[in-house]
């Protein structure tokens, strides 16, 4: 094999991934698990039991001072001044054109303090863009904490009762996409986040990144879980999970020539709040009565999986869009994907063919997501 | 995982068992440990004739595809319907879950595959240990 120009980074449990034989692969720079214990298994873990995700390869940016809610505000298209310290919202910065840098949680730590937790592959981009957009802004200080984190995924319906075992913080009082710091694992003050990018409950602890600490804690998650057939899971069984719950992926559904109506995502841009980066963009293309493509959900109706980048035809034979994410659904048991069609396309029902190998495949647009958990 | 001594392998992770004048072909254990859990194989049907080194079919796991090459030229005399239903046998037996039977066209090809310790050595030269 040829030798790897650059070294790829590593996660503080790159030597316990490895001890455990988990298939590695270069994710955005980043040597990481794609597969720990089969794909299938980690995934039905998940959406049955309890996984646990090695995610430090994510960034962490924090903004602090007094000017920090108005740099989040303008950095960010959601509106930040409706959290509660404590609190999380899913949002994402744009450019001026409307387009993403980067789909990003953004927690309140206080008034004064602001945690963005951004994707792995756009780390160096993000902090450039914020650190160019907020140059100028009084009273606001930007810190990189990327590398300061081992964040661990605990994720699925017995994640609550796994962590728990770990912690006297009582988990059942922190709500859906809120967050505490308490004692994890005989740590103090971890932040405690019920965040997730799997489509079920769950969890996403922050512990400092040194090995011992991280390698501990990751396997004290996967003692606490062994009764509820815990697995360790990758990136592969990640990118299924989220795709099941329609989430979307950076570089993939969502990008730098993708607006935010056009993958489905306007209701987290508050159009309505004071002036942010890409919001005049939003408001001209909403005046031009909105994005002539859009995200779909489908499901295969021949069989045939489409993936990532197949072309999609309208049953006449005009080439009409592509596949954005696409692979069999272990769950739900069906070939799925995410793509972007004319408008006109997207009525659930609406019949395309997927050029799968030089064969077209019948598919159906149908509602997303896919796969929708019960709520409690 | 072993590899059977009396197979013939390719560089592109199938394997032929040869009978008579009858080939019996799969993928190795290398290959079906690489694609991960197998969801689908799309083979030939019977009569099509391969042709050695084209591809004549693929395999899918989850998150990959691979395609199928002939290891010898001929006529395809079974398909083996049963991994419509049931792909993931590979993945638990790649040496003895085959995929497709050939009528060998011209045996003197075998001499091109590599014997069971040439595809050993092949497979740990390409995974750089």
Request: net charge negative; glycine share 8%; charged share 25%.
């Amino acid at each position: 094999m040829a030798e790897t120009a650059t070294e790829l980074r590593k996660t503080a449990l790159n030597a316990v991934h490895r001890a455990a034989k988990a298939k590695m692969v270069d994710f955005g720079g980043w040597d990481m698990p794609v597969d720990c214990c089969g794909l299938i298994a980690e995934h039905m873990a998940v959406r049955t039991g309890v996984g646990v995700f090695d995610v430090s390869h994510m960034g962490d940016i924090q903004l602090r001072g007094p000017g920090s809610l108005a740099a989040v505000q303008r950095l960010c298209m959601n509106d930040a001044s409706k959290l509660s310290a404590g609190q999380a919202q899913y949002s994402a910065m744009l450019y001026p054109n409307g387009t993403f840098v980067d789909d990003v949680v953004v927690h309140k730590l206080s008034d004064n303090d602001f945690l963005i937790v951004i994707n792995a592959g756009t780390r160096e981009k993000d902090v450039q863009w914020v650190r160019s957009q907020i140059g100028h802004m009084p009273g606001v200080h930007m810190n990189d904490f990327s590398d300061y984190y081992t964040q661990l995924a605990i994720q699925g319906p017995r994640a609550a009762e796994t962590l728990q075992k770990l912690t006297p913080v009582d988990l059942s009082t922190i709500k859906n996409y809120w967050f505490t710091w308490g004692q994890v694992c005989g740590l103090y003050n971890v932040m405690i986040a019920r965040t997730g990018y799997t489509g079920e409950d769950g969890f996403e602890i922050y512990i400092p990144s040194d090995e011992p600490t991280s390698a501990r804690v990751w396997n004290e998650v996967l003692e606490a879980g062994k009764e509820f057939g815990i697995l360790p899971c990758g990136l592969g069984a990640r990118n299924t999970l989220r795709l099941e719950a329609g989430m979307a992926l950076y570089g993939h559904e969502i990008s730098d020539t993708i607006n935010v109506f056009e993958a489905g995502l306007g209701r987290y841009a508050k159009l309505d709040k004071p002036e942010f980066v890409g919001r005049e963009a939003l408001l001209a293309i909403q005046a031009e009565g909105g994005p002539k493509r859009k995200l779909v959900g489908l499901e295969m109706i021949e069989r045939g999986i489409g993936r990532d980048g197949y072309p999609i035809f309208s049953l006449d034979g005009t080439r009409i869009g592509e596949i954005t994410s696409g692979s069999p659904a272990p769950f739900l048991k069906k070939n799925i994907a995410l793509a972007y069609v004319p408008v006109e396309y997207t009525a659930l029902d609406t019949e395309v063919a997927v050029e799968i190998r030089n064969q077209k495949v019948k598919a159906k647009v149908v509602p997303l997501p896919f796969y929708k958990r019960l709520k409690k | 995982m072993a590899y059977p001594a009396n197979y013939k392998y390719t560089k592109e992770h199938e394997w032929i068992d040869v009978q008579g004048t009858t080939g019996i072909v799969g993928i190795t254990d290398y290959a079906q440990d690489s694609l991960g859990d197998i969801v689908y194989v799309d083979l030939p049907k019977v009569d099509d004739a391969l042709e050695a080194g084209k591809s004549f079919g693929s395999v899918e796991s989850v998150k990959a595809v691979s395609d199928l090459y002939a290891p010898v030229s001929g006529k395809v005399t079974a398909a083996n319907e049963e991994l419509k239903d049931a792909p993931e046998k590979i993945n638990t037996d790649a040496n003895t879950t085959w995929l497709i039977k050939i009528e060998l066209a011209d045996a003197t090809q075998l001499d091109a595959l590599l014997s069971a310790a040439d595809y050993e050595k092949f497979i740990s030269e390409e995974t750089g240990k």
